[in-house]
């Protein structure tokens, strides 16, 4: 069983940044055997893929939506993934969802195994 943390939601202007972590536990769990991503839900809407890392990191992937904004990164060592979000705009706010997943598939999907409790990030304009 795989439990994932995510820390550093919260509330900023348009334009700022915010950094969201994820810690990844589990009994017999090795980090870097998972596939890691961000998923977002805003109120009212389906959840959306935001960005996505391979096992060893060598790989990222992003939404249209967030490209050249956003940034995701993982540290194996820390079982710790991040993304470091930049130039903020209302409509990124929403719901933040730290996933993670053994297999590969849809880089781009929103299917994972397991899910984080999830942290608010609010963008006033």
């Known amino acids: 069983q795989v439990q994932l943390v995510e820390s550093g939601g919260g509330l900023v202007q348009a334009g700022g940044s915010l950094r969201l972590s994820c810690a990844a536990s589990?009994?017999?769990?090795?980090?870097?055997?998972?596939?890691m991503g961000w998923i977002r839900q805003a109120p009212g809407k389906e959840r959306e893929f935001v960005a996505a890392i391979s096992w060893s990191g060598s790989s990222t992937y992003y939404a249209d939506s967030v490209k050249g904004r956003f940034s995701i990164s993982r540290d194996n060592g820390k079982n710790t993934m991040s993304l470091q979000m930049k130039s903020l705009k209302p409509e990124d706010t929403a719901v933040y969802y730290c996933?993670?997943?053994?297999?590969?598939?849809?880089?781009?999907?929103?299917?994972?195994?397991?899910w984080g409790q999830g942290t608010q990030v609010t963008v006033s304009s």
């Open positions: 589990g009994g017999t769990f090795s980090f870097s055997s998972y596939f």
């Open positions: 996933a993670a997943r053994r297999s590969g598939g849809n880089f781009y999907g929103r299917l994972y195994d397991y």
